[in-house]
């Protein structure tokens, strides 16, 4: 490796009130395919950043807190009562992102490549998360089965990863990569094939090494969600940061809370289904929306196994008098956070849907109202929408 600077003479940051800049993403508890399960945990939909006053945070606004050896970004991480991701909890969320289809360019699993973020030299130096390419390929953002949007996994910086596969109680590298090691065997890929990244052969030697995961942005074919390489752990790069998990055990998943509603369900007619099917399937699933049923004309869709939008044909869009399905209406899907809605809107108008107002603020509502509006192929106006305040 290279353009790497010993650290020393520097100040310790101050390390901000992380209830304050923290953004975490849950992921689902993962069984590899050797057996081991991973527990859920929580992680930075960030790579860290550093703010103005020399702070930990974990924002799209700024860039990734790079020029940091693998020993300072644990110290700082432990300060702010985070850990440094390790090599299972990596690996577990590369396995879970590479089995999405709307992670692979070709739509589907094995089709094309997982998407690698920045890789192709379009940037200059490791991206702010509001960065985007103008190459669809550098698609910086993947899903989790659970609907939750994370970026930056392949592409645009390195992360230090703290090896508790094969690594010492300092999660360096210790031993040679075996041949049945999870950090060689999960990638249902070649290395650097179809996107999954690059990773050293079996018996190689990385004693001493810190791992280092995902790619940058000149990695090429090399960058992917799989990628590993090391590099000396005492050394601050300008292609490396550091992504952090939360010390909290995520609260329970896949277990929606009841709320009171006068509204069981709703039902959408369409003048095509194809059209219409093809259209929101895509549209939402960046917002955790699938098929819960479905039959040759009609889909009945909602999150974890609860329909809550019917979607069809019916009197009003059935042969001739499929032109009388003139009266649209607004349909609000409620996202998570921020990236959500801006996933929302690039593969709602990807299937096929019309811009209707980007993604913004809509202030005229109230100040932290964040939502994109595009129209579906019978006009009716589709909007997501997250009321959270950015953090």
């Known amino acids: 490796m290279t353009t790497a600077k010993k650290l020393g003479g520097k100040s310790e940051p101050t390390i901000a009130n992380?209830?304050?800049?923290?953004?975490?993403?849950?992921?689902?508890?993962?069984?590899?395919?050797?057996?081991?399960?991973?527990?859920?945990?929580?992680?930075?939909?960030?790579?860290?950043?550093?703010?103005?006053d020399g702070q930990l945070s974990i924002s799209a606004k700024d860039k990734p807190w790079v020029q940091i050896s693998y020993y300072e970004a644990r110290k700082v991480s432990e300060a702010a009562g985070l850990n440094?991701?390790?090599?299972?909890?990596?690996?577990?969320?590369?396995?879970?992102?590479?089995?999405?289809?709307?992670?692979?360019?070709?739509?589907?699993?094995?089709?094309?490549s997982v998407y690698q973020g920045l890789h192709k030299f379009t940037a200059k130096s490791a991206q702010a998360g509001k960065f985007e390419s103008s190459v669809p390929e550098e698609r910086r953002w993947h899903q989790l089965s659970n609907g939750e949007v994370i970026y930056d996994i392949a592409g645009n910086c390195f992360s230090w990863v703290f090896d508790n596969v094969q690594g010492n109680e300092e999660g360096l590298v210790s031993q040679s990569f075996a041949a049945n090691s999870p950090s060689l065997t999960l990638a249902p890929f070649p290395s650097s094939k179809q996107g999954v990244g690059s990773r050293p052969d079996d018996g190689e030697s990385w004693a001493g090494y810190a791992l280092i995961r995902g790619g940058y942005w000149r990695s090429g074919s090399g960058a992917g969600v799989f990628c590993v390489e090391g590099g000396w752990p005492e050394l601050?790069?300008?292609?490396?940061?550091?992504?952090?998990?939360?010390?909290?055990?995520?609260?329970?998943v896949n277990k929606r809370t009841k709320k009171a509603t006068?509204?069981?369900?709703?039902?959408?007619?369409?003048?095509?289904?194809?059209k219409s099917r093809d259209f929101y399937f895509n549209a939402l699933a960046p917002l955790g929306i699938n098929a819960v049923q479905e039959g040759p004309t009609w889909a009945l869709i909602?999150?974890?196994?609860?329909?809550?939008?019917?979607?069809?044909?019916?009197?009003?869009?059935?042969?001739?008098?499929?032109?009388?399905?003139?009266?649209?209406?607004?349909?609000?899907?409620?996202?998570?956070?921020?990236?959500?809605?801006?996933?929302?809107?690039?593969?709602?108008?990807?299937?096929?849907?019309?811009?209707?107002?980007?993604?913004?603020?809509?202030?005229q509502?109230?100040?932290?109202?964040?939502?994109?509006?595009?129209?579906?192929?019978d006009g009716h106006n589709i909007e997501a929408v997250c009321h959270k305040a950015e953090i």
């Not at 069984?31 to 703010?51: E, K, R």
Request: charge should be neutral; proline fraction near 5%.
């Open 236 to 252: 601050a790069y300008e292609y490396v940061g550091f992504r952090c998990t939360s010390k909290k055990a995520p609260a329970a």
């Open 365 to 377: 509502y109230h100040p932290h109202y964040y939502a994109a509006f595009v129209t579906d192929p």
């Open 18 to 52: 992380l209830q304050e800049t923290k953004l975490f993403v849950t992921v689902p508890e993962v069984i590899l395919p050797n057996g081991a399960t991973v527990p859920s945990f929580q992680v930075g939909q960030y790579a860290c950043t550093q703010n103005k």
């Open 302 to 363: 909602g999150k974890e196994g609860k329909g809550e939008m019917w979607i069809g044909e019916s009197e009003r869009g059935v042969g001739e008098r499929r032109k009388k399905v003139t009266a649209t209406l607004h349909i609000a899907f409620s996202a998570e956070h921020r990236a959500q809605v801006d996933a929302f809107y690039t593969a709602a108008l990807l299937a096929g849907g019309k811009d209707n107002g980007a993604p913004c603020i809509r202030e």
């Open 262 to 274: 006068m509204i069981d369900h709703l039902g959408l007619p369409v003048s095509n289904f194809k």
């Open 84 to 112: 440094l991701i390790t090599e299972l909890q990596y690996l577990a969320l590369a396995f879970e992102i590479a089995k999405q289809d709307i992670n692979w360019t070709g739509g589907k699993f094995g089709v094309g």
